[in-house]
């Protein structure tokens, strides 16, 4: 997620608000950090997955956004992603602007 990161901090208008390794600490920053608007969350990592995570996060704070970032285009890990409750889904490798837009378009 370090290089997802590096590529939105060209962007003055996005705030960064914590970075998880996985699932469990995603949760438990969220829990801290109430406020956060979207999730940029990976689809593969260890402890728990971003599949599992997001369906968490959805059930315990559904006002989040989440996009699902994802190395390859698994239509079946898209599809459980949105069956989670994911509200869109982004390659991981796609241009940093791609994501940059992605982001007011999933929060509208």
Do not use: H, W
Not at 30 to 50: A, C, H, R, V, Y
């Amino acid at each position: 997620m370090k290089s997802t990161k590096e590529s939105l901090s060209f962007f003055e208008d996005i705030s960064i608000v914590f970075t998880a390794n996985n699932g469990l600490e995603c949760l438990q920053k969220l829990s801290e950090n109430k406020n956060t608007d979207l999730i940029l969350m990976d689809i593969d990592m260890p402890k728990q997955n971003g599949i599992e995570a997001t369906a968490l996060i959805k059930r315990k704070y559904p006002q989040v956004k989440i996009i699902m970032l994802t190395v390859f285009d698994n239509d079946e890990q898209i599809f459980n992603a949105i069956q989670a409750g994911a509200d869109g889904y982004l390659l991981k490798d796609d241009e940093p602007k791609t994501l940059y837009n992605a982001i007011p378009k999933t929060l509208t």
